[in-house]
């Protein structure tokens, strides 16, 4: 924006006007921007607009949970999900519409990727929440990376997106209460860690041996598990500050005591919590959930050995709250929209010129190494 308003020869207080009114105050038209010339706007008309997310359906869980389907601009769709848990409220954004990666117990993955977000797109969904007509009940607390696709497969839009919603001209919002989740690709993750952005990070481990982890998710082939932990060891944390290790339980896959224990192992040195999920089981994934006995047991020899381990069941189950589930219905069943409003949610990008955003465009499922850092 400052570039932009200085070949336009303006002072440089302009931006940080112009972001204030698309960050903070929402607006969705140049035309709004009261405290800007009149004759500027007339200019920027021409360069710049208010991008908008549709909002196509909306389902609230028993449990709280609110799920949210958007439609972008070019007809695609993504999933929102607002997650009430105790004192937080946790709104968990897509960062691709589906994913390349290709995690045999993943709905996302099952499209494949189509394309990665636009920084634009993935503040959208967080703005959402601040909208001035939104109710108390909606204000967030927390953001995580977790919902369609791989954040850092789209590094570029990830990394934009967090620099907005966390910079003072931005959204204001501190990177203590945002998390990226990553499946694990090392090169990005530590071009991560050099954006030196003291965002929290989460990392899909999902299984103790790298036999058993190529199954369930291929991009281990390119980093098995050594070199991944290898790489969140050298990742730059606050003092404080902990790595959150995923780990879905597949009944009979990776749910034994044997792999408790080497859990724990694997751990050894690492700052880090462990979060359990058992697997949210959906249609066209061929794998179980344990029972909660199993779950437990796990649990408790993480616990036993001094981790700290959570067991996180899968919020707002009678929605489909399952990632990219809600998409995927859509898809399926072509249902016509039941409640349709125009969202509109600001975030400025110039109309011409912008780039596409970082993601690759490697097939669905393959396995990969992330290059062009
Ligand atoms: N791509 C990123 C973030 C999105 S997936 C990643 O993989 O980390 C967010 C989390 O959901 C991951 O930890 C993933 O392992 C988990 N997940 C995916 N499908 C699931 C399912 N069917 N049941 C339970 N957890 C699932
Ligand atoms: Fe992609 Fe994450 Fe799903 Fe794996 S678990 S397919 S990385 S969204």
Redesign the pocket.
Known sequence: MATLLAAEGEPAFRATQLCQWVYKRQATSLQQMTDLPEALRQRLQERLYVSTLTLVRQQQSADGTEKLLFRLEDGNQIETVLIPADDKRTV?VS?QVG?A?G?R?????QGGLVRSLRPAEIVSQVLYFQQPAQTPARAFTNI??????????NLQGTVQALRILTADWGVGISPRRIT?????LVRRLEALGRANLKVNL???L?ATTDAVRTQI?PINKAYPIATLLAACRAFPLALRQRITF????LRDVNDTLADAKRLVKLMHGLRCKI?L??????PG?P?R?PSDETVQQFQQCLLQHGLSAFV?Q?RGRDISA???QLRFEERVTKRLTDQSSQATMPSAHTAQGEQAQGGETSRPGATRREGGQ
């Not at 995580?144 to 497969?153: A, K, N, R, S, T």
């Not at 995923?246 to 339980?249: R, T």
């Not at 999920?277 to 959906?282: A, H, T, V, Y």
């Open positions: 968990c960062t994913c990666i995690c117990f993943c709905l996302t993955a995580v990376f977790m919902g369609m696709g791989e954040p850092l497969d990226v989740s990553t499946s694990g989460a990392v899909s999902n998710m995923e780990y879905v339980l979060n999920l058992p697997l949210n089981e959906i994934v794998y959930r996180r899968s399952a990632c990219g």
